[in-house]
Nanobody, 118 residues
């Protein structure tokens, strides 16, 4: 059984920073990619950043230059460093794992709230 446990998030003022972390527990799988998505009220869930083993990462245009995603393949962890946060970054952030175990499996964390407000 694979489980994603997220930590971080909270309330921050505009221009501030937060760090989100996610650990994937379980065994018998390999990681194809780990990512962070977010969903704001009334909006669809969207990709924020995605990283593959080896370190190649992709970002949504709205966070490029402000957010950085880090991955540790050995520990199956992924971290999202968020700088220069703005009110429009307010959302529930979800950790995502694309795992290979005979087939492709996709797992989600429970979500963590990020609120940017003065």
């Amino acid at each position: 059984q694979v489980e994603l446990v997220e930590s971080g998030g909270g309330l921050v003022q505009p221009g501030g920073s937060l760090r989100l972390s996610c650990v994937a527990s379980g065994s018998g799988f390999s990681v194809r990619a780990m990512a962070w998505y977010r969903q704001a009220p009334g909006k669809e869930r969207e990709l924020v950043a995605r990283i593959v083993p080896g370190g190649n990462a992709d970002y949504s245009d709205s966070v490029k230059g402000r957010f950085t995603i880090y991955g540790d393949s050995a520990k199956n962890t992924v971290t999202l460093q968020m700088n220069s946060l703005q009110p429009e970054d307010t959302a529930v952030y979800y950790c995502n794992l694309e795992a290979i175990k005979n087939d492709l499996w996709v797992y989600w964390g429970q979500g963590t709230q990020v609120t940017v407000s003065s």
